[in-house]
């Protein structure tokens, strides 16, 4: 009897196992690759230091939250405190630090980015006070705009970004210019050092 129910168990695990491993591979990362603009006419960078290498800790489509609407966005693992850098140049229309500690549903902090096409960029979980610029702030490419954290509905010290259409509530597939692999699209699990 033992030895039978063992052997259910064990079935049941390893079919857990290969699901795990199917999920993973059909059901999470960037799919259609061709929605995405190209790589080199990309107006982003990786929105950190050109002299940092992070982990992209989920990707597109991550089965972990970046499902629905939130489906394009990219999360770098980094410690408390790293330099946030403006994946693109714009104006900050909404900065949020007050927030502090993190949980399921946690209020979060923010700093949002509007591009000259209308489009903005997310950058989330920043650290508590965390902000280097204001509102109505015109910053460059590449500028420290904050200091990143671990705040909000976050399970461990990274950052979040994503860049939406305003009109759609929905994001766009991107890539960045100085990822020179993986056609600019950062993976889960991989690390990348911006190539600029
Ligand atoms: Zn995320």
């Given at each position: 009897m033992k030895t039978v129910l063992l052997k259910i168990l064990g079935a049941f695990l390893a079919t857990l196992a290969v699901t795990g491993v199917g999920v993973y591979w059909f059901a999470t990362g960037p799919t259609n690759l061709d929605q995405y603009p190209p790589a080199a006419a990309s107006p982003y960078h990786l929105p950190y230091p050109a002299n940092k290498t992070w982990l992209c800790v989920q990707s597109n489509?991550?089965?972990?939250?970046?499902?629905?609407?939130e489906q394009f966005a990219y999360d770098f693992a980094m410690p408390v405190g790293s330099d946030v850098?403006?994946?693109?140049?714009?104006e900050v229309i909404k900065?949020?630090?007050e927030h502090d500690g993190h949980g399921y549903k946690w209020p979060n902090n923010m700093v949002v980015i509007r591009h000259e096409d209308g489009t903005q960029a997310s950058y989330l979980h920043i650290k508590k006070d965390?902000?280097?610029?204001?509102?109505g702030d015109k910053v460059t490419?590449?500028?420290?705009?904050?200091?990143?954290?671990?705040?909000?509905n976050s399970m461990l010290p990274h950052l979040h970004f994503h860049v939406t259409d305003p009109d759609r509530k929905s994001t766009l597939p991107i890539s960045f210019s100085d990822v020179d692999r993986d056609?600019?699209?950062?993976?889960?699990?991989?690390?990348?050092k911006p190539a600029r």
């Open positions: 489509r991550g089965v972990v939250s970046h499902r629905g609407w850098c403006a994946a693109r140049a714009g900065v949020v630090v965390g902000s280097r610029v204001a509102v490419q590449g500028q420290v705009i904050a200091a990143s954290g671990h705040v909000g056609r600019g699209i950062p993976r889960m699990f991989k690390w990348y």
